[in-house]
């Protein structure tokens, strides 16, 4: 059997927050939630989320986890005095425990399952995730014999210089026999500086205690600060990037490119500089984003060009030109082969295939048929001091420049409306609507000199 123990009691102070350290968001998910969801795959037996400071909160974070068990650390002594909080839910367990810390959120699902198998392989009391760092400086080294079963642990202030030379050092993340390490934990003690409990003192109490290396030293990184913070997000997203190079997607600038983990990217889509893709947003193959453009929840279909433009929570079907200078949001759905050009926003809006809205147009709760075409300057007047109302224009419709729309309102199929035109009243269709003033000239109203004749 298997459990995994989550260490998320910190507050972290260095992160000057009032979020408890474990909920600071690093690319759309809390740090640990990102730790959580490399346990998934694990297909642990228990899940147990070790919590303190701002316990209610961290709790309400993670409801939404399925089966993640909670235990309590009031006070805060220590990673050893954080595991001693199990013994009582885990009294009846027998099996491996992988303990990780709730502010790590780079390790990754195969590195976790790898410090299972090699524990499993060597039989051990406990193994410890260990990393090769280019600069360990600070860093407590692990030593090792051959078979990489562990000698001895030695923090660096107590290192000669040779000693100095290894660069192996633990990450925090262990694997153990719960029942070996149950019966240590009742016996740490608090003979050091910190006077806390230290998990790394049950060594001293287990038969056999084995090292397995990571492969990327990045996956070790702890966060503890805002610093650590934007590190952590730059490794997260070269890992995306690639991830989708690889996959045939073209990027220009990638380092200029953020893409969240839940976007889905097909093959041939090309991602233009400066350009952003978050939550659970989906673009088809031969689409260009950008450059400067951001998708949010949305799904951009085949063969579309969405430039300088911001859409979010909405659809767009294939063949689209989207910008530059656009806005889509409120869930609206635009149809194959349309345009929503230059400063034209669409919110809550249904627009059909072949509709153009090309520039400087609000359409709010509206909807729109077929090959509709939309005059420069059109707004759907959807809000009177109280609640939004729909607007909809049939198919083949044309507003000339400048008009405006007050919802409720249903103009009908093949209807041209004038420009300038305030339209308060349903059409029919197949008519022509003009509603605007007669204009009025008053010749030789001024002089040569501009002012007004008496």
């Known amino acids: ?190 003979n050091n500086a910190q006077k806390e409990y230290y998990l790394t003192e049950v060594f001293d109490y287990l038969k056999s205690v084995y090292a397995s290396d990571l492969e990327d030293p990045d996956e070790s990184l702890g966060i503890n600060d805002r610093i650590q913070l934007s590190h952590a997000y730059d490794v997260l997203q070269k890992r995306a990037r690639e991830k989708w190079m690889r996959a045939g997607v073209t990027m220009l600038l990638p380092e200029t490119i953020t893409i969240d983990d839940e976007v889905e990217l097909a093959p041939n889509v090309i991602i233009e500089p400066h350009s952003h893709l978050r939550g659970n947003t989906k673009v088809g193959s031969g689409t260009t984003i950008g450059p400067s453009s951001m998708l949010s929840n949305s799904i951009i279909g085949e063969n579309c060009t969405v430039q300088f433009s911001v859409i979010e929570d909405s659809q767009i079907a294939d063949n689209c030109r989207i910008g530059p200078f656009a806005r889509i949001r409120g869930e609206s759905m635009v149809g194959e082969k349309c345009r929503i050009g230059n400063f034209v926003e669409l919110k809550n809006a249904k627009v059909g295939d072949r509709t153009n809205a090309a520039h400087l147009s609000y359409l709010g709760d509206a909807t729109l048929g077929k090959q509709v075409n939309i005059g420069a300057g059109t707004i759907t007047a959807n809000y009177d001091g109280f609640k939004k109302h729909q607007t909809v224009i049939g198919d083949r419709s044309k507003t000339g420049s400048n008009s405006v729309l007050v919802a409720p309102i249903q103009i009908g199929e093949n209807v041209n409306i004038a420009a300038g035109s305030t339209i308060v009243e349903n059409v029919e269709s197949n008519a022509l609507a003009i509603a605007r003033a007669k204009q009025i000239v008053k010749p030789d109203y001024y002089d040569q000199e501009g002012r007004k004749k008496n």
């Open 1 to 190: 059997m298997l459990a995994v123990a989550v260490l998320a009691a910190g507050k972290g102070t260095r992160m000057k927050s009032a979020l408890p350290k474990v909920l600071q968001p690093l690319g759309g998910k809390s740090l640990v939630e990102r730790v959580l969801n490399a346990t998934d795959s694990l297909k642990a037996d228990r899940r147990i989320a070790i919590i303190g400071y701002c316990s209610d909160q961290v709790r309400a974070a993670l409801a939404d986890y399925p089966q993640l068990e909670f235990a309590e650390q009031t006070e805060q002594l220590g990673t050893g005095h954080a595991i001693q909080q199990l013994l009582e839910p885990l009294a009846d367990f027998a099996g491996e425990l992988v303990v990780l810390t709730g502010d790590s959120p780079l390790m990754r699902t195969e590195t976790i399952q790898a410090l299972i198998d090699s524990h499993r392989q060597h039989k051990a009391s406990a193994t410890v995730l260990t990393a090769i760092l280019p600069n360990p400086t600070g860093y407590g080294r692990v030593f090792c014999d051959r078979d990489m079963k562990i000698e001895r642990i030695i923090e660096h202030r107590d290192c000669n210089p040779e000693q100095l030379l290894n660069q192996r050092v633990s990450t925090g993340v262990y694997c153990f026999d719960w029942q070996e390490l149950a019966q240590a934990l009742p016996k740490l003690t608090t």
